[in-house]
Antibody, heavy 118, light 107 residues
C-alpha cells in the first residue's frame, strides 16, 4: 500500500519561502506523477503543480512564477518550494500520486498545515 | 482554465438517494473524478473516469457524465456519507481543475 507523508515547517514568515517534502513509501516513484494540492482553511482544493518521475514539471499558471517542484527518486521524495509567501498561502498542503500526467489523483498524503505569519 | 460548478450544499434523508452535480462546458468530453473529504481528513477518490469505483468504495456510489453535467449518485445514504465532495477534471492534460465542493448533509 503506497503511503505519502508531508513534512516541513508549520510556520513561515511573510516574504519567505515555503518548503515541503513528501516521502513516498510502499512503492516506487518510477512511472508515476506527483502533485501538490493545497486547501486554505474552510475553502476548496487548489492544484499547485506536478512533477514526473523523470523530472518534468507543470504548474498552475496562477502560481507558476513562485513555484518549483523537484523530485529525488533515490530518496523516494519530491519537494515543493513556494517563494514570497503571503497570508493567502496559509493552507493545508497535500502531496498526491497519479499514474500519468492526466490520471486520477489516487493516493493522497494526510496533509500538513502551513501558516504564513510573522 | 476550465470552470467547474458545484452546488454549495445538498441535503438527503437517511436511506434516500443523493445526487451531486458538477457543471462544466461540454464536460462529457472530459474524464471526471469525485473525491470525498471528511472533516480533518485528506480527500479520498470515490469515482474515477466518470463512473468507475476504486477498490473499497461501496456500490452505493456511482457516477455519470452527460452534456454539461457530471453527477455523483449516492444511494441508501448513510450518516457516514456526510462530507464535502469535490469533482475534478484535467484540462488539456496539463492543469487540474476542482469544483468548489458540495457539502452533503444526511438528515
Amino acid at each position: 500500500q503506497v503511503q505519502l507523508q508531508e513534512s516541513g515547517p508549520g510556520l513561515v514568515k511573510p516574504s519567505e519561502t515555503l518548503s515541503l517534502t513528501c516521502t513516498v513509501s510502499g512503492g516506487s516513484m518510477s512511472s508515476f506523477y506527483w502533485s501538490w494540492v493545497r486547501q486554505p482553511p474552510g475553502k476548496g482544493l487548489e492544484w499547485i503543480g506536478y512533477i514526473s518521475y523523470s523530472g518534468s514539471a507543470n504548474y498552475n499558471a496562477s502560481l507558476r512564477s513562485r513555484v518549483t517542484i523537484s523530485v529525488d527518486t533515490s530518496k523516494n521524495q519530491f519537494s515543493l518550494n513556494l517563494r514570497s509567501v503571503t497570508a493567502a498561502d496559509t493552507a493545508v498542503y497535500y502531496c498526491v500520486r497519479h499514474g500519468w500526467s492526466s490520471a486520477p489523483l489516487d493516493y493522497w498524503g494526510q496533509g500538513t498545515l502551513v501558516t504564513v505569519s510573522s | 482554465s476550465y470552470d467547474l460548478t458545484q452546488p454549495l450544499s445538498v441535503s438527503v434523508a437517511l436511506g434516500q438517494t443523493a445526487r451531486l452535480t458538477c457543471g462544466g462546458n461540454n464536460i462529457v468530453h472530459k474524464n471526471v473524478q469525485w473525491y470525498q473529504q471528511k472533516p480533518g481528513q485528506a480527500p479520498v477518490m470515490v469515482i474515477y473516469t466518470d463512473k468507475n469505483r476504486p477498490s473499497g468504495i461501496p456500490e452505493r456510489f456511482s457516477g455519470s457524465n452527460s452534456g454539461n453535467t457530471a453527477t455523483l449518485t449516492i444511494t441508501r445514504a448513510q450518516a457516514g456519507d456526510e462530507a464535502d465532495y469535490y469533482c475534478q477534471v484535467w484540462d488539456s492534460s496539463t492543469y487540474v481543475g476542482f469544483g468548489g465542493g458540495t457539502r452533503l448533509t444526511v438528515l
